[in-house]
């Protein structure tokens, strides 16, 4: 069986690595997140680098697949796929519709705010511009793998077809307590993981955020994380003008550092389901009820497992069809 892996941030791109080791014996080929029509212009225009089919987020998937020596067939080219395991059915080309799609949910999506409403009230502009506040919405699937009941009622209530829609876990957060044997060094502390908002043109009241963290770290040690995606000496500057004593990391594992804190503050962003998971105090812009509800299925690493199950299922029927624009 010959398999295209569909790529994107470097979340999605390590998930989709597990769900093909779950699948050996088979073809596997791998590229980065990529358009066609007037998304794919677009993105040739650089007027798209707030997705990750954008040129920065495509080098750095690019980068990574080089790096551990993953095969390529960039934006699908070549064709004659048995099946298509995609990170993201937000855009789905046309040259990979004629094959069985099974999509794979990341993590946690953008707020439901303007551009979503306008989408939705005008079904001609494309759902890209509402970035991942539309995944599961396309319809372009066979299946679509999701994280857990609360995300699988989401996406229902959205329009998916709760036929297509499983619950199977996610990979990169559905055995958190992985990460309670670390070697970083601090404990107790006010972590807090910073977004990319900024980044892909969102708003981010970053010298707030700041301020409100060394409030709420209350004489604690206070460290942030940042987000790889986003500008590190700008962010440097400001917290070094807010909260000057605070240490600042640019790398390593923010899941580690999740789970030696005391309190995880967060934005928009899936490492607050790693403190859920973990029973930390998690301060989000995101209520704790609804975060719990919606937490990945801790399965104890089953999830890449269970997607690989999803795709041979689907690749089995051997009934690809056509499917047109949604």
Not at 65 to 70: G, I, K, P, Q, V
Not at 284 to 295: D, K
Request: aromatic share 8%; glycine share 8%; proline share 5%.
């Amino acid at each position: 069986m010959r398999i295209l892996f569909i790529c994107g941030s470097l979340n999605q791109t390590r998930q989709l690595e597990a769900i093909a080791r779950e699948l050996p014996g088979h073809e596997h080929l791998y590229t980065p997140y990529y358009a066609d029509g007037l998304a794919g212009a677009l993105v040739r225009l650089g007027l798209a680098e707030m997705s990750i089919a954008g040129a920065k987020r495509r080098a750095l998937c690019l980068d990574y697949l080089r790096e551990t020596n993953l095969p390529m067939d960039l934006d699908g080219r070549g064709g004659a796929y048995d099946l298509v395991v995609t990170s993201s059915d937000v855009i789905m080309p046309r040259n990979i519709r004629h094959a069985p799609i099974v999509a794979v949910q990341e993590g946690i999506l953008d707020p439901e705010r303007i551009l979503y409403r306008a989408c939705k009230a005008l079904p001609l502009l494309p759902r890209w511009l509402a970035g991942t506040a539309f995944t599961g919405q396309s319809g372009l699937y066979d299946r679509f793998c999701v994280a857990s009941e609360g995300y699988r009622q989401h996406f229902v209530s959205r329009g998916a077809d709760p036929a297509r829609v499983v619950i199977t876990g996610i990979p990169n957060f559905d055995d958190c307590r992985r990460y309670l044997e670390n070697s970083f060094p601090h404990r107790g502390y006010a972590l807090v993981c910073t977004s990319d908002a900024r980044e892909t043109f969102k708003v981010d009241f970053r010298r707030r955020l700041i301020r409100r963290a060394r409030q709420l770290a209350a004489g604690r040690q206070l460290i942030f994380k940042l987000h790889p995606n986003e500008d590190a000496e700008r962010a440097r500057r400001e917290i070094a003008a807010e909260a000057p004593e605070a240490l600042v990391f640019t790398g390593g594992s923010a899941e580690e550092m999740i789970a030696n804190c005391s309190l995880l503050i967060t934005q928009w962003s899936s490492t607050s389901f790693v403190g859920v998971a973990l029973g930390k105090e998690v301060i989000s812009n995101i209520g704790g009820e609804e975060l719990r509800r919606l937490c990945p299925v801790q399965n104890g690493g089953a999830s890449a497992r269970n997607i690989a199950a999803v795709c041979r299922e689907v690749a089995a029927r051997r009934s690809p069809r056509r499917r047109e624009a949604a």
